[in-house]
C-alpha cells in the first residue's frame, strides 16, 4: 500500500510537472510573439500613441496624376488620326455625340470652349479638332506632316488628361459658367417626328454611326425632304476623299433598302465650306486657264518657222 500511495504521489508530480512545463511554453511563444510584434510597432511608431497619426499613408487628391495610356489610330482619311486615352473625353451631362472645333475661335466660343481643342490649334499644321464620347481626331492641312507634329499632339493631350482638368467647359453667351449642354443629339428620338424620320433615325444610330465613329469621324442628321435624305459627315469624315462614296454606297444604299420612302442622300455643306469649295472651283480654273495659255504659247513657238541671217 504504502509503494502504491508513493507511485501515485509520484505520478501527479510528474503531471504537475509536465502541466507547468506545457504551460510555460505557451507562456514564452506568447511573450516571444509580443516582443516581435512589439519591434514592429516601434519601427513604425505605433508603441508610442502620439506618433499614431505620423504613419506615412499614401495621399490622394483630385489633382493627383492619372496613369494613362493612348492609342493612336489611322484614318480612312489621310490627314486625320484618330487619338483613343483611357479616359472619357466628352462630359456626361452634354447633349450630343459629338464637338468639332474648326478654328481657333471656335476653341474660345460658347456654348463648349475646350482648352486643350485651344491648344492643339496653335500647332502649326492643325485644321481641325473632334471630340468623340471617348477619343480625339486631329486633322491636318495637307503640307503638314505628322512626323513633325504628331508628338506635340501626344503630348498636350496626355498632359491634360492626366491633369484630370476639364477638357471641355459648358458656358452661356455671357461666358458665365452653366451646368449641362445646350447642344442635342440630332438623331434624338423626337416625339414630333414622322414614322419614317424616326425609322431613319434610328438606322443612322444603330447601324450607321458606330461605324463611322470608328474611323474617327460622327454623321449628323439635317432632315428629310422629298425622299431625299440630308446629312452631314464629321471628323475625319468631313475631309475625307472617300466622304462620296460612303454616302453612296453605304449609308443610302441602306437606307433605300430599309425605307422604300427613301430614294437618295445629300450631304449638307456649311456655308464656310461652300465658299471654300467655291474659291477651290476658281483657283482650279485659273489653272487651266493657265494651263492652256501656257499650251498655246509653245504651240505657236514650235510652229514659227526658224529665221535666217
Known amino acids: 500500500m504504502a509503494m502504491q500511495s508513493s507511485s501515485r504521489l509520484a505520478l501527479r508530480r510528474v503531471a504537475q510537472i509536465c502541466t507547468r512545463s506545457s504551460a510555460l511554453r505557451r507562456c514564452n511563444s506568447t511573450i516571444s510573439f509580443a516582443s516581435s510584434n512589439l519591434v514592429r510597432q516601434k519601427q513604425i511608431g505605433l508603441h508610442d500613441p502620439s506618433k499614431a497619426n505620423s504613419i506615412p499613408r499614401r495621399q490622394f487628391s483630385s ?102 482638368a476639364s477638357i471641355v467647359n459648358t458656358v452661356d453667351g455671357d461666358g458665365h459658367a452653366q451646368q449641362g449642354g445646350s447642344v442635342t443629339d440630332s438623331l434624338e428620338y423626337d416625339e414630333n417626328d414622322s414614322e419614317v424620320v424616326s425609322m431613319i433615325k434610328e438606322l443612322l444610330e444603330t447601324r450607321i454611326r458606330p461605324a ?31 466622304s462620296t462614296v460612303t454616302l453612296k454606297n453605304g449609308i443610302e444604299s441602306m437606307l433605300m433598302h430599309y425605307i ?33 495659255a501656257s499650251g498655246m504659247a509653245s ?7 526658224a529665221t535666217t541671217t
Do not use: M
Open 260 to 292: 422604300e420612302e427613301v430614294k437618295g442622300v445629300t450631304q449638307v455643306l456649311d456655308e464656310e465650306e461652300e465658299v471654300a469649295l467655291k474659291e477651290f472651283a476658281l483657283f482650279e480654273e485659273k489653272l487651266r486657264a493657265q494651263k492652256q
Open 63 to 164: 489633382t493627383s496624376k492619372r496613369a494613362i495610356f493612348i492609342q493612336t489610330q489611322d484614318t480612312p482619311n489621310l490627314d486625320a488620326l484618330k487619338f483613343v486615352p483611357n479616359h472619357r473625353i466628352l462630359p456626361e451631362n452634354i447633349g450630343t455625340t459629338f464637338l468639332e472645333y474648326l478654328s481657333p475661335r471656335s476653341t474660345l466660343a460658347p456654348p463648349h470652349p475646350s482648352p486643350l481643342a485651344s491648344a492643339l490649334h496653335n500647332i502649326d499644321g492643325v485644321s481641325s479638332v473632334f471630340y468623340g464620347p471617348d477619343y480625339i481626331t486631329v486633322t491636318k492641312s495637307v503640307d503638314a506632316n505628322w512626323a513633325h507634329i504628331k508628338p506635340e499632339i501626344f503630348s498636350l493631350i496626355t498632359e491634360a488628361v492626366s491633369s484630370g
Open 212 to 242: 463611322i465613329q470608328e474611323d474617327g469621324g460622327d454623321i449628323e442628321y439635317r432632315g428629310f425632304e422629298g425622299g431625299n435624305v440630308k446629312l452631314k459627315l464629321r471628323g475625319a469624315c468631313r475631309t475625307c476623299d472617300s
Open 299 to 305: 504651240t505657236i513657238t514650235q510652229g514659227s518657222p
